[in-house]
């Protein structure tokens, strides 16, 4: 337990960082899919206008993070599959006294080939005069094309400076792929190492979600519960939200993306919260839905129950050589099978499946892959057919049901509730691990937690 109000427990501190070494063999291996004789250009994210001249955080673009662990912006990665003098090519600012006195450490080109083991490492001043010349010769360019129209034109004009000298013998590539089919497929199996930074950020979200839970009570605004969330996330070194926390009282759940959180939260309504951090990169994800007086109502708690059979049921569904949508197909038949008993839909059980009538009630999927991304990148259909889950995929598994405040077709005293619960899992060889475990989830559970 920790001092503040013995409210959580701490996750276990100073998990170690992803070695070096990790990220030297992920760029092998995408090296190694590669067709010979091609170049993959990745560029790291670029700082953004918050306001007049203040700038968002930075947060490294997944992808560039991914391969590189070089944390600085506007920075490009270059990949050159048997290159002589080195595979791996980086641009970076320049060291720069004045900019460092207030900015802070600049690494640097010398210190990114001995820190972040770059062959050869550049001044971004130059790349206008050195990257056509490691495109020259390669046959194809890998890049994610289409995320920066600033970034595309770059990539032609160094393409067009050596078209201009094909009547003098250069040679141009003559093909571009797009980058992302097998650089995400590399990032949807998690290593060891990776696993530690989800797990971890998966601890500091479930000890943040506990918080909350017992810091609730009517007439609290909305915010104050997401800022118990964000104490919780920064106070174990994780500074940031994996994306905009969602605090929805009331009729407000029923709104998927609500992040005003600016209500008051009233005695008798739910609160829906779904906000996970981010660690080291890492993104966690998790849904709540407990009352605000810490007491379900018998409606509530008949729907919430529908919710986590749901849930129980997609999980029962997770293993490798299961497709992905079983979980999904699994959680839309208890979800059907509860409205039906409930007497909210109305209809044979088959039909209502075929005609979709849950998706009033049940709008999005049961889950998506999770990782340095909360949605995170890799093929859900490849080929056109679903997926089979395989043991190192990370995804969420989150049922809900929501009834909106205008759904006519349903008595009034079920109007205006949304639950959702989500929890984070890992496949294995055998099944799956809960990520996000110690989190109250059963309504028992949560109302013996809040008590
Ligand atoms: N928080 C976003 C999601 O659950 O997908
Ligand atoms: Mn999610
Ligand atoms: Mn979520």
Same mark, same amino acid.
């Not at 190492?193 to 909305?222: D, K, N």
């Not at 995170?376 to 995804?395: I, N, T």
């Given at each position: 337990?920790?001092?503040?109000?013995? +409210?959580?427990?701490?996750?276990?501190?100073?998990?170690?960082?992803?070695?070096?070494?990790?990220?030297?063999?992920?760029?092998?291996?995408?090296?190694?899919?590669?067709?010979?004789?091609?170049?993959?250009?990745?560029?790291?994210?670029?700082?953004?206008?918050?306001?007049?001249?203040?700038?968002?955080?930075?947060?490294?673009?997944?992808?560039?993070?991914?391969?590189?662990?070089?944390?600085?912006?506007?920075?490009?990665?270059?990949?050159?599959?048997?290159?002589?003098?080195?595979?791996?090519?980086?641009?970076?600012?320049?060291?720069?006294?004045?900019?460092?006195?207030?900015?802070?450490?600049?690494?640097?080109?010398?210190?990114?080939?001995?820190?972040?083991?770059?062959?050869?490492?550049? $001044?971004?001043?130059?790349?206008?005069?050195?990257?056509?010349?490691?495109?020259?010769?390669?046959?194809?360019?890998?890049?994610?094309?289409?995320?920066?129209?600033?970034?595309?034109?770059?990539?032609?004009?160094?393409?067009?400076?050596?078209?201009?000298?094909?009547?003098?013998?250069?040679?141009?590539?003559?093909?571009? +792929?797009?980058?992302?089919?097998?650089?995400?497929?590399?990032?949807?199996?998690?290593?060891?190492?990776?696993?530690?930074?989800?797990?971890?950020?998966?601890?500091?979200?479930?000890?943040?979600?506990?918080?909350?839970?017992?810091?609730?009570?009517?007439?609290?605004?909305?915010?104050?519960?997401?800022?118990?969330?964000?104490?919780?996330?920064?106070?174990?070194?994780?500074?940031?939200?994996?994306?905009?926390?969602?605090?929805?009282?009331?009729?407000?759940?029923?709104?998927?993306?609500? +992040?005003?959180?600016?209500?008051?939260?009233?005695?008798?309504?739910?609160?829906?919260?779904?906000?996970?951090?981010?660690?080291?990169?890492?993104?966690?994800?998790?849904?709540?839905?407990?009352?605000?007086?810490?007491?379900?109502?018998?409606?509530?708690?008949?729907?919430?129950?529908?919710?986590?059979?749901?849930?129980?049921?997609?999980?029962?569904?997770?293993?490798?050589?299961?497709?992905?949508?079983?979980?999904?197909?699994?959680?839309?038949?208890?979800?059907?099978?509860?409205?039906?008993?409930?007497?909210?839909?109305?209809?044979?059980?088959?039909?209502?499946?075929?005609?979709?009538?849950?998706?009033?009630?049940?709008?999005?999927?049961?889950?998506?892959?999770?990782?340095?991304?909360?949605?995170?990148?890799?093929?859900?259909?490849?080929?056109?057919?679903?997926?089979?889950?395989?043991?190192?995929?990370?995804?969420?598994?989150?049922?809900?049901?929501?009834?909106?405040?205008?759904?006519?077709?349903?008595?009034?005293?079920?109007?205006?509730?949304?639950?959702?619960?989500?929890?984070?899992?890992?496949?294995?060889?055998?099944?799956?691990?809960?990520? +996000?475990?110690?989190? $109250?989830?059963?309504?028992?559970?949560?109302?013996?937690?809040?008590?």
């Amino acid at each position: 337990m920790t001092a503040d109000q013995g +409210t959580t427990e701490a996750p276990r501190r100073g998990v170690s960082t992803i070695p070096r070494g990790e990220f030297h063999r992920r760029r092998r291996q995408l090296m190694g899919m590669m067709e010979p004789n091609a170049i993959a250009i990745v560029p790291a994210a670029r700082l953004a206008i918050r306001s007049r001249d203040t700038e968002y955080a930075f947060r490294q673009d997944s992808d560039f993070h991914y391969l590189t662990a070089f944390p600085e912006p506007d920075a490009v990665a270059v990949l050159l599959p048997g290159r002589e003098h080195g595979e791996y090519v980086l641009f970076c600012h320049e060291k720069d006294p004045v900019q460092e006195l207030w900015l802070g450490e600049r690494i640097g080109a010398e210190a990114a080939c001995e820190r972040f083991a770059a062959d050869d490492a550049f $001044p971004l001043s130059d790349i206008d005069d050195i990257l056509p010349g490691l495109i020259e010769g390669r046959g194809r360019v890998y890049y994610s094309m289409g995320r920066s129209p600033d970034f595309d034109a770059r990539i032609m004009a160094w393409v067009n400076s050596i078209r201009a000298r094909e009547a003098s013998g250069a040679t141009p590539p003559g093909e571009f +792929t797009d980058l992302d089919h097998l650089l995400h497929e590399q990032r949807l199996f998690k290593s060891a190492a990776e696993l530690r930074q989800l797990r971890h950020a998966a601890a500091v979200s479930v000890a943040a979600h506990r918080r909350a839970m017992r810091q609730c009570r009517p007439g609290i605004y909305e915010y104050q519960l997401e800022a118990e969330m964000l104490h919780e996330f920064s106070r174990h070194g994780a500074r940031c939200a994996a994306y905009p926390s969602i605090v929805a009282g009331g009729d407000n759940a029923c709104t998927m993306h609500y +992040t005003a959180n600016e209500q008051r939260l009233k005695s008798g309504d739910l609160v829906l919260i779904d906000a996970g951090c981010e660690y080291r990169c890492y993104a966690s994800d998790i849904t709540r839905t407990f009352p605000v007086s810490g007491r379900f109502s018998r409606r509530q708690r008949k729907l919430y129950d529908i919710v986590l059979a749901a849930q129980e049921a997609a999980f029962e569904r997770l293993a490798p050589g299961q497709d992905w949508d079983a979980a999904h197909r699994a959680s839309v038949e208890v979800i059907t099978h509860g409205l039906l008993e409930l007497g909210l839909l109305k209809g044979s059980f088959r039909k209502l499946i075929d005609d979709g009538a849950y998706r009033d009630f049940y709008m999005h999927r049961v889950g998506h892959w999770l990782g340095l991304d909360v949605h995170d990148v890799g093929d859900y259909r490849p080929g056109g057919e679903w997926r089979e889950l395989e043991a190192g995929m990370v995804l969420t598994v989150e049922p809900g049901l929501y009834i909106a405040p205008d759904n006519e077709s349903v008595p009034a005293p079920w109007r205006g509730i949304g639950i959702r619960i989500e929890d984070d899992v890992l496949i294995t060889d055998r099944g799956y691990e809960l990520l +996000t475990k110690g989190l $109250p989830r059963s309504a028992d559970e949560i109302e013996e937690w809040m008590a």
